[in-house]
């Protein structure tokens, strides 16, 4: 039987539920997978966590270029997240020939070029599962499960934090705010939640996600990002009257001619559509693809052992497969020459404003969206015997850009008080 040796540099969460998985399914590997995995090595610089978790005192490092020079270990886990150290760290384990399994998105979307360009230098092997989705297997879909098929469209639940705080503004009526400490006293949401709540990590996601299922690299800084700090409990309200939940969704799009679109923002998902129903913190991908039609991948995208349990499936794959998988497209830093990233999305828009009860301003905003062309398909008008009325109305699809050139329009109208919010609806 083959026996691999791992070093896991890092023991937090994830790095703590890998090394539950790999020790406690040891046995289970050796009959189900016929290789023999053992933990030789870890980096923490807190011993006593390492000790409490089980692990041997000789096998506790704060050492990175011992780890990387130990002859046992073959696979080296990176779990520590963020650019620095662990792009160093990961780049002196492929230096010295050790395959790289890593949960870390940011390093992996903006880095990905060059640890590919290090990784194939050695024929070392690099895997990312537990970077995007946590424990959904979406990497390996992608990638061996979808290769027959042109992937039109990708639309995701891929930040789990989001979801919750979006879930519990529309089931107990909070706000924004109560609902984010609510997060972070449950450990969904960190103390600083500007990643998560931005749309920064389901960007990182996306820019990797997209790149796999679109076959060409799609850089960070091409991918739109608006998060949810600034959504209302009113505008959820509303959008379940209209028949509405609103999520914080990745959205990939590719026509297959060279044109591509990549953008994380809120939006309204139709009750009927199955994105409606993942909630809490749960994460879920669906695709369009050519051959096989809808899919939709569901699951828990965070914790340590959901992440765990993507890590070790990749070092199983590493441990049974001589040959490394690098990205089927060419992997460099910029886009490809050619692929056009598109910003002038088309889209339906909800949209708030607040006007004065006076005859003639539905009129006035009616005749500046004909103006643009666009379409009003649904409407409600707010409260009686008020003087400041709030009016939700959704449109048919239009472009982006001709959309907030009629608000800017509108609201220069008298009557009109304030635009409260504009939110796309659908993917
Ligand atoms: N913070 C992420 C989320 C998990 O809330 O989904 C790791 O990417």
């Known amino acids: 039987m083959k026996s691999i040796g791992v070093a896991i540099l890092g023991l937090g969460v994830v790095g703590g539920g890998t090394y539950k998985i790999l020790t406690e399914h040891r046995d289970f590997y050796r ?37 990387v020079s130990n002859p046992n270990v073959d696979i080296v886990v990176e779990v520590i997240g963020g650019v620095e150290p662990a792009r160093t760290f990961v780049l002196a384990a492929l230096h010295s020939g050790k395959t790289v399994v890593t949960s870390n998105k940011e390093l992996f979307c903006k880095y990905w070029h060059e ?37 039109y469209r990708l639309t995701g639940i891929i930040n789990g934090t989001t979801n919750y705080i979006l879930t519990r503004m529309a089931r107990e009526g909070l706000g924004y705010r109560e609902a984010l400490k609510e997060a972070q006293a449950l450990g969904y949401a960190e103390k600083d939640p500007t990643a998560d709540v931005e749309g920064y990590d389901a960007a990182y996601k996306l820019s990797i996600l997209a790149s796999l299922a679109f076959h060409t690299k799609v850089p960070l800084e091409k991918v739109y990002r608006e998060g949810i700090a600034d959504i209302a409990q009113q505008d959820i309200s509303y959008g379940e009257e209209l028949g509405y939940c609103l999520k914080l969704l990745a959205i990939g799009k590719n026509d297959g001619k060279g044109n591509i679109e990549v953008r994380v923002h809120p939006a309204f998902v139709h009750k009927d559509h199955p994105l409606a129903s993942v909630s809490d913190s ?48 060419k992997n460099t830093q910029m886009a490809e020459k050619g692929v056009r990233f598109i910003t002038d999305f088309k889209s339906r828009y909800y949209i708030r404003f607040t006007a004065k009860d006076r005859p003639g301003v539905l009129a006035k905003v009616a005749g500046i969206f004909a103006k643009y062309n666009i379409s009003i398909s649904d409407l409600i008008q707010k409260g009686e015997d ?42």
């Open 115 to 151: 640890l590919e360009k290090a990784a194939k230098r050695t024929n070392a092997g690099l895997y990312y599962e537990a970077s995007c989705v946590g424990g959904v297997p979406i990497i390996r879909t992608l990638i061996d499960g979808m290769q027959a098929n042109v992937v």
């Open 282 to 329: 749960f994460n879920a991908v669906f695709l369009e693809g050519d051959s096989v039609g809808d899919i939709m991948l569901y699951g828990r995208g965070a914790g340590a052992a959901p992440t765990g349990s993507a890590i070790v499936s990749d070092v199983i794959y590493a441990a049974t497969h001589s040959e490394a998988k690098y990205a089927t497209f």
């Open 31 to 67: 009959r189900t997978q016929n290789v023999d995995i053992s933990v030789e090595s870890v980096l923490e610089l807190n011993r006593q966590r390492a000790l409490d978790l089980g692990v041997e005192e000789s096998k506790i490092s704060d050492n990175i270029a011992e780890v």
């Open 386 to 427: 008020i003087e400041n009325i709030p009016i939700i109305l959704i449109t048919h699809e239009t472009g982006e850009c001709a959309l907030r050139r009629a608000m800017e329009k509108i609201a220069q109208i008298e009557d009109v008080v304030e635009i409260n919010s504009v939110i796309r609806v659908g993917g």
